[in-house]
């Protein structure tokens, strides 16, 4: 695992130390001695990971974490905060200036490199969906990036799986005001709960007679639906083998018993913060998939999805022996309409038609718009007889009810000319099959409109 370190601390011997440490796992390894540096190069450079000294003069590590967590460029860089002092005190003060971990000195070799190389996966999961989200909509990119997804007012759903009476009370307890908390006491069924159920995180303890909590976590990360929910281990002081173990399986943090309230609020609270901001990241990644096949106008498919569907559907039907129809519609003396009572009486009328072409084909059929006031419909399994059927429903539909356009509610007449073609037997192709349905559309406004042409070869 490659990734660039960035190690900020005062003291050049410390750096050094850490620096040695990280290159012996093949790490690149960044340094600064200040605040201002370290925060300059992140926002220079690519920097996957963020060790950061607490102690430091003139700007210490919490405002330096503050500062890149709350600038949009730098706040999904993993910061991991490394400090003198072992007080439950500066480690939730750390984990509320944005920080997504504490290490405390003397670092744990083991721990530092499981912390980093847990931290740098999570971090390539983001860039990636930064990527995504960033490529392929721009608009809003920044302002989605700069939320603040853990917002107080919206309290997290989580799951805690854990046998013992005495300790599911404390947790209870503890976060009573700050998650809407699920027990699960058994662990096989917790794993399908937390499977059913979506949740922001679960909560597994160690502290299992007869299961071994490690071979749970790695079930949860293997299932599609659990794979980025945030696993939080709730481990036994002396248990550092188990927690090394776990964070290579993918848990994403862990806390020793006794544990202290205000840490494991300050802790499930980065991760719920996390996982809504990878959320939002996949949700607009998601609607931009769509926005990109679909016509924004008339909530129909667009164009370029009936370029790269069409092709599939046709090679179905011919390898199936099956029947396959298309109809190509266009709105008779459009321009008038737009002519007359302008843009937005238009939009309507082509919102009105779309919703009366969708009512009038079925599920499995395939309606486009094709541009303009140009309409797309494939049917599967479909003749050409059945298919021109169908099309003049459609147009007998659009003749005798008026649509309305304006706030007055006023009617105009509207009508539509229909092209249908076929699949023909024996050689034929998409292009041949649009051709013909095309000619029909012509030959049907050629004859006067408001009729339907079916054209077999």
């Known amino acids: 695992m490659t990734a660039r370190i960035l190690v900020v601390d005062d003291i050049p011997a410390n750096v050094r130390l850490l620096e040695v440490r990280l290159l012996a796992e093949y790490f690149e390894v960044l340094t600064a001695t200040n605040g201002p540096d370290a925060i300059e190069t992140c926002e220079n450079g690519k920097v996957d990971v963020v060790l950061l000294d607490v102690m430091m003069p003139d700007m210490d590590g919490f405002e330096v974490c503050r500062r890149l967590k709350s600038d949009p460029a730098t706040s999904h860089i993993p910061v991991v905060m490394i400090t003198a002092l072992d007080q439950v005190s500066d480690r939730v003060r750390g984990l509320e200036a944005g920080a997504d971990d504490f290490l405390t000195k003397p670092v744990n070799d083991l721990q530092l490199m499981t912390r980093v190389k847990s931290l740098v996966r999570l971090k390539t999961l983001t860039d990636e969906l930064r990527l995504r989200a960033s490529t392929t909509r721009n608009i809003g990119i920044e302002e989605l990036l700069s939320r603040n997804f853990a917002s107080a007012d919206t309290t ?4 805690l799986i854990d ?4 300790s599911i009370e404390r947790v209870q307890k503890m976060l009573r005001s700050s998650a809407d908390l699920d027990i699960a006491t058994d662990p096989h069924a917790g794993f399908f709960q937390a499977a059913e159920t979506p949740y922001e995180c679960v909560m597994i303890s160690t502290g299992f007679a007869d299961f071994d909590p490690l071979r749970l976590c790695s079930q949860l990360r293997s299932l599609d639906r659990t794979r980025f929910v945030p696993i939080i281990l709730l481990a036994e002081q002396g248990e550092e083998g188990r927690i090394v173990r776990g964070l290579e399986l993918g848990i994403n943090d862990y806390l020793m018993r006794p544990i202290d309230q205000h840490e494991l609020t300050a802790r499930l609270r980065t991760q719920v913060r996390r996982k809504r901001y990878n959320d939002q990241l996949r949700a607009s990644v998601t609607q931009t998939i769509e926005m990109a ?13 009936l370029d790269s569907h069409l092709q599939t559907l046709f090679d179905r039907a011919v390898a ?10 266009d709105l008779d003396r459009f321009k008038t309409v737009n002519d007359t009572h302008g ?32 309409f797309v419909v494939v049917m599967p399994d479909t003749d050409g ?19 309305a356009v304006g706030q007055d509610g006023k009617t ?31 030959e049907a ?13």
Not at 163 to 166: D, G, H, Q, T, Y
């Open 156 to 159: 997290p759903k989580v799951l």
């Open 412 to 442: 105009i007449e509207v009508t539509v000319s229909v092209g249908v073609s076929s699949v023909l037997k024996g050689v034929d192709s998409v292009a041949g099959l649009m051709k013909r349905a095309d000619l029909a559309l012509y």
């Open 385 to 403: 007889a059945v298919a021109e059927k169908v099309a003049e429903r459609i147009r007998a539909e659009i003749a005798q009810m008026p649509f």
């Open 163 to 166: 046998e013992r009476k005495s």
């Open 320 to 329: 199936r022996r099956r029947p396959l129809s298309v109809m190509i519609t």
């Open 343 to 374: 843009h937005d009486g238009g939009d309507e009328v082509l919102r009105e038609f779309a919703r009366r072409l969708r009512k009038n084909v079925r599920g499995i059929d395939l309606a486009c718009r094709f541009g303009g006031e140009e």
């Open 445 to 457: 406004k050629s004859a006067g409109r408001n009729r339907v042409v079916a054209k077999a070869a």
């Open 293 to 305: 096949v679909t016509d924004a106008l008339t909530g129909l498919h667009n164009r370029r999805y």
